[in-house]
């Protein structure tokens, strides 16, 4: 049986890292902000129809989405953004189901999940593995790696779910709050883990 894994944190907690030393012990990771942008690569139906509806202002010179442009549209408008989403979520689900008939039935399948507890889709998933770091180590990582200045910073955090809400979800908590190198220790600790739930079925 396929072992769906729920794998989630908060901006800036590290679950990208996770996912990535999941997928190198051989999990497949499926990344629904990844596929959403693939069902809307130049030459797809997904773009053809954001086209149709947004009109061509939204494609940059070489035909493809500007996102940049897309997202000041949709942001503001509810109804502009539900006419977006009622495009790619289903196109998203069509692909994930695809990779999900075509993974062997031993599969770990990592689902990276942001928003996973704010949107309650713990149910969805067999196992829910939590990325967890203090608040102010996540707003010092988006500083540093990604130049988001600590307001900003502090807001995207508290807008998600609070770090309580978070590890209630959880049954597997990957801390994330020290170097790399204690993060593979603690991926290979749970990996096995997974085998034995992937194996039980």
Do not use: C
């Not at 494609?59 to 500007?66: H, I, K, P, Q």
């Amino acid at each position: 049986m396929v072992l769906k894994i729920g794998l989630t944190g908060g901006i800036g907690s590290g679950k990208s890292e996770v996912s990535k030393r999941l997928s190198a012990k051989g999990a497949m990771v499926i990344d629904a902000d990844k596929i959403a942008r693939e069902v809307v690569e130049p030459g797809t139906p997904g773009l053809a129809r954001v086209v149709a509806t947004f009109g061509e202002e939204v494609l940059r010179a070489d035909g493809s989405l500007d996102r940049e442009r897309l997202g000041s549209v949709v942001f503001a408008d509810s109804e502009r953004l539900a006419a977006l989403n009622a495009i790619v979520h289903p196109l998203v689900g069509e692909r994930v189901a695809e990779l999900q008939q075509e993974a062997a039935d031993d599969t770990i399948m990592v689902y990276d999940v942001p928003l996973l507890v704010e949107n309650n889709l713990a149910p969805m998933y067999d196992v829910i593995i939590v990325v967890d770091a203090p608040d102010d180590l996540r707003i010092r990582r988006l500083a540093e790696h990604r130049g988001m200045p600590e307001a900003d910073a502090k807001a995207r955090i508290a807008a998600q779910a609070s770090r309580e809400d978070r590890l209630a979800a959880a049954d597997i908590v990957i801390p994330n709050d020290g170097r790399l190198e204690e993060l593979d220790e603690r991926v290979e600790e749970v990996w096995p883990e997974l085998l034995r739930r992937a194996a039980r079925g």
